[in-house]
């Protein structure tokens, strides 16, 4: 095939690839249309919508019981310039956006595939994506993830698709991190260990340390104004947001009120109090639990919050993700096959190992899912120069069995959650 015609067929893959995404997305969107119905909001998307109206209508990041720093930036701030532009009387002009931004992550994980492992794990990659739950639903939600699951792949596409410009390579993976941190501040261990490791990913003179230092400063640039800001408002240094010994306490009493030998008292809202009290009361909170209860149990806890991340009921049984598990876990197990994957084992490394803390919730595997298909990308296209076409049944048997499972699914949750409850010894509730 001639230049021009492998340019003709890169662009209609790439075009099919968004095509499907964005129609999957809207389809979704609109199924969950009450998602996005501002009176309906409750919960998380209720706080980062509150945020997001203060902001746009006072030029003020407070909500309306007036804490200024329970919720990160990112998402509130890019609601509310989608406030400002259309209003937010109706969220639909968020949906839409959210849905576009989600079909441009499909997008940008087809071209790093791609580039990575050639045209046809390129297009399997971007198809997968177009069709993951993981990544379509965050498009149909009022929650960080909606903003932060796309920032993953776009940084991703920032780190591996260009080549010649390190400087430039530099600046707009640290401008990515920033924001992404600024939504999930759970990246934070990650884009500071990033770039001191950077040169380790890249071959040759490509990548010096000055490099690392102008994404580094890139990163600080971003993140100071909230640093700065809550110097100001607290007198303190607030890196991230005052809900996080929220999250540690509810992160490790929850899963306990769910353990048979060992209930827990039920949570109270320490009202009347500011958000630095609240905070604080939190932390001691936390602290009492971690006193009384046993080591061996608080280890089941903490397993529990990452290994339910890996979950695939949500309560509805997830084939996209199934589907797509034997490969990425190829390529871990292969891990020295596929150097060029060690940011994406970092991410995933130390994200996970935040998330031991923070509660068992299946959507935060959502932010990661970009990464994952990835390295399924990766497995794929190791597993057919091992095996080539011996690998077609196995894979066909795989598929049919994740059907099957998909078909039966509430009997196989109900067996999960025996599994479950019998590994972990959890009470029956």
């Known amino acids: 095939m001639n230049l021009a015609g492998a340019r003709r067929g890169w662009r209609i893959e790439a075009l099919s690839v968004f095509a499907l995404a964005l129609a999957a997305r809207l389809a979704f969107v609109a199924v969950t249309a009450g998602s996005f119905d501002p009176a309906s909001l409750r919960s998380d998307p209720f706080d980062y919508h509150d945020y997001a109206v203060h902001l746009a209508d006072q030029g003020r990041f407070v909500d309306g019981a007036g804490h200024l720093a329970l919720r990160m930036p990112g998402y509130p701030a890019f609601l509310a310039l989608l406030y400002l532009a259309f209003g937010h009387a109706s969220l639909w002009p968020v949906a839409i956006v959210q849905s576009l931004l989600g079909a441009l992550a499909c997008l940008a994980l087809y071209a790093v595939a791609r580039k990575l492992y050639g045209a046809p794990w390129g297009a399997l990659c971007g198809a997968a994506a177009a069709l993951s739950y993981d990544l379509i639903a965050p498009s149909g939600r009022i929650l960080s993830e909606s903003l932060a699951s796309p920032l993953v792949c776009f940084f991703f596409a920032a780190w591996f698709l260009p080549s010649r410009r390190p400087y430039l390579w530099a600046a707009a993976s640290g401008a990515v991190l920033g924001v992404l941190v600024l939504t999930r501040p759970e990246f934070g261990p990650f884009a500071a260990a990033f770039f001191l490791l950077a040169p380790r990913f890249v071959k040759g003179q490509t990548w010096r340390l000055r490099h690392a230092a102008v994404g580094l400063g890139v990163l600080a640039v971003a993140l100071s104004p909230w640093i700065v800001r809550n110097a100001i408002v607290f007198h303190r240094f607030v890196p991230g947001c ?153 894979a066909a048997a795989y598929a049919a069995a994740d059907i099957t499972v998909w078909i039966f699914a509430p009997q196989a949750r109900q067996g999960a959650l025996w599994l479950k409850r019998a590994i972990l010894g959890l009470g029956a509730g």
């Not at 905070?279 to 009492?288: D, L, P, T």
């Not at 529990?304 to 199934?322: E, G, K």
């Open 242 to 394: 005052l809900d996080g010994p929220i999250s540690l306490y509810r992160g490790l009493t929850l899963p306990l009120q769910d353990m048979k030998d060992r209930p827990v008292t039920p949570e109270s809202w320490p009202a009347g109090h500011g958000e630095m009290e609240i905070s604080s009361i939190y932390m001691e909170r936390y602290k009492n639990v971690l006193r009384t209860t046993p080591f061996p149990k608080i280890l089941r806890v903490y397993a529990l919050n990452d290994v339910a991340m890996f979950y695939p009921f949500l309560p509805q049984f997830d084939w996209t993700y199934m589907l797509f598990v034997p490969l990425w876990l190829y390529a871990l197990a292969r891990w020295r096959e596929f150097p060029e994957l060690s940011p994406v084992w970092l991410m995933i490394g130390l994200y996970l190992a935040a998330h031991l803390f923070f509660g068992p919730e299946s959507r935060f595997r959502q932010a990661i899912t970009g990464p994952l298909l990835l390295a399924a990308a990766a497995g794929a296209s190791g597993a057919w120069r091992r095996w080539g076409g011996k690998l077609a049944p196995w």
